[in-house]
């Protein structure tokens, strides 16, 4: 098993800047990736980004060039960059740990955080 433990979510004008963080622990030997989704009131959970232990990266359409994911593989943690943030930012962030698939197969998202709010106020 593994647990994260994401960190750094809050309220922030539109505009502005947030960091998340999110720490793994337990079996690291069977996870490979990490990465975020997110859920806003009323909508279904969608993806935001992953990494690679690798450092390759994918990122959401609506999130390209505002947000930038970064990890740690020696700390076994991962960091959401939040830059130009909108209201429509606004959601539960959820931190993820898996496998990767294959080449161009994506992640296998096995464990889950619990969650932190994000607040792009208007």
């Known amino acids: 098993q593994v647990q994260l433990v994401e960190s750094g979510g809050g309220l922030v004008q539109p505009g502005g800047s947030l960091t998340l963080s999110c720490a793994a622990s337990g079996s690291i030997f069977s996870i490979n990736a990490m990465g975020w989704y997110r859920q806003a009131p009323g909508k279904q959970r969608e993806f935001v980004a992953t990494i690679t232990s690798g450092g390759s990266t994918n990122y959401a359409d609506s999130v390209k060039g505002r947000f930038t994911i970064s990890g740690d593989n020696a700390k076994h943690t991962v960091s959401l960059q939040m830059n130009s943030l909108k209201p429509e930012d606004t959601a539960v962030y959820y931190c993820?740990?898996?496998?990767?698939?294959?080449?161009?197969?994506?992640?296998?998202?096995?464990?889950w955080g619990q969650g932190t709010q994000v607040t792009v106020s208007s």
């Open positions: 993820t740990a898996g496998r990767v698939l294959g080449l161009g197969a994506g992640v296998r998202h096995d464990y």
